[in-house]
């Protein structure tokens, strides 16, 4: 069983930054992807942003540019660094770790981002 522990949420002013963190542990196969996704009040699950094997990353349209992702595959690490917060972030955001044999999700860690 693959346990995934987020830390790093919480309220923020517009225009700051904050750094998520999901440490992956337990029984883990090759990993092929680590990502995190976001749902907001009222609307569907979505992709933040993922990194793939080999360092491919992907974002969602509204993130790029100001927000970077990263892993420490030795640790089973993945990092969300979000810049320049925008109120409509405010989200509760969602560790994914998946390999051939497992698809971990995280329990959530809420961003807040208001004035």
């Known amino acids: 069983q693959v346990k995934l522990v987020e830390s790093g949420g919480g309220l923020v002013e517009p225009g700051g930054s904050l750094r998520l963190s999901c440490a992956a542990s337990?029984?883990?196969?090759?990993?092929?992807?680590m990502g995190w996704y976001r749902r907001s009040p009222g609307k569907q699950r979505e992709l933040v942003a993922r990194?793939?094997?080999?360092?491919?990353?992907n974002y969602g349209d509204s993130v790029k540019g100001r927000f970077t992702i990263s892993s420490d595959n030795a640790s089973n690490t993945v990092y969300l660094q979000m810049n320049t917060l925008k109120v409509e972030d405010t989200a509760v955001y969602y560790c994914?770790?998946?390999?051939?044999?497992?698809?971990?999700w995280g329990q959530g860690t809420q961003v807040i981002v208001s004035s």
């Open positions: 337990g029984m883990i196969s090759s990993v092929l992807v």
């Open positions: 994914n770790v998946g390999g051939y044999d497992f698809d971990a």
């Open positions: 990194i793939l094997r080999g360092g491919v990353t």
